[in-house]
């Protein structure tokens, strides 16, 4: 499966199908729909995030994580604390207020959970009326500055220390919005190697993917699908690049580079 493909499945995964075809009613607190004719034609990127290499030795590789919204994969997250793996996990607030439980273990192991965020309604970080596989987009640049701003907001509100990194739903940007959000003060985060595609993909399949990790790469999956077979095979991955000797980091603890200006 190419990364179109893998990237196309993992943002379809972002909201319900009625919602992703414009046949459902918008969900409280989400930017209204662009009416079909709303079409844009502004560039919109997709970043790709690289820490730097070990060379020699054991490969880097940082694992990262979206808890969108909805419930904890106890797979992901036993297999993270009991083996000692360090990770980004990337929250929004609507996370935020169903997960208490699987926050104080995030929070109970600051040496090795890196907490970033993930924004305020997981809508696209994108300034104009616009959709993004169908998902509305934040649509001007003060919602955008909420959905940053709103994350962070609930993020401080439950303890957690102030974040450096965000990263929108879908991926996907305008490059002004990029230039907004890194005038907060945030590095944006993007990835190399898309673990799970939405959580969507077979275990085998996301088996695959982790193993086509190098060194220097970010990789994305979701801990927030506990009924998903994804979850069994991104724990299982988990283990195998242990076996063979990765050096696990988060995105916190070393120098790192991504396309568009995400982080320079």
């Known amino acids: 499966m190419n990364r179109f493909l893998l990237t196309s499945v993992f943002l ?11 046949q459902a009613t918008q969900p409280a607190g989400w930017p209204p729909l662009p009416p079909k004719e709303a079409v844009s034609n502004v560039k919109l990127v997709e970043p790709h995030l690289h820490v730097n290499r070990a060379g020699k030795g054991a490969p ?32 929004t607030a609507r996370w935020l207020r169903t997960n208490p439980d699987a926050l104080a273990v995030f929070l109970a192991h600051p040496e090795l959970f890196e907490l970033e965020n993930h924004g305020q309604n997981h ?15 934040a649509g001007s640049p003060q919602a955008v500055g909420q959905e940053v701003k709103g994350g962070a907001d609930a993020m401080l509100a439950a303890g957690i220390p102030q974040p450096r990194w965000f990263r929108g739903a879908t991926a996907k940007y305008s490059l002004s919005a990029i230039a907004q959000i890194r005038g907060m003060g ?18 085998k399949m996301v088996e695959k993917q982790y193993a ?25 991955s ?12 988060r995105l916190e603890d070393i120098p790192e580079q991504g396309d568009d200006d995400t982080t320079n």
């Open 12 to 22: 379809a995964a972002a909201v319900p199908a009625a919602y992703a075809t414009g």
């Open 60 to 91: 880097r590789i940082a694992l990262t994580f979206d808890a969108c919204m909805g419930k904890t994969d106890p797979r992901i997250l036993s297999t993270l604390v009991d083996q000692r793996i360090p990770a980004t996990i990337f929250v």
């Open 123 to 137: 809508i696209p970080a994108v300034d104009i009326p616009t959709k993004v596989y169908g998902i509305a987009a």
């Open 186 to 203: 945030y590095r944006i985060a993007g990835y190399s190697v898309n673990g799970d595609s939405g959580s969507l993909l077979p275990a």
């Open 212 to 236: 086509s990790a190098k060194d220097g790469d970010v990789i994305i999956s979701h801990i927030n699908q506990p009924t998903h077979a994804a979850g069994e095979g991104v724990a299982a």
């Open 238 to 249: 988990i283990l195998a690049l242990k076996a063979k000797g990765v050096q696990f980091v």
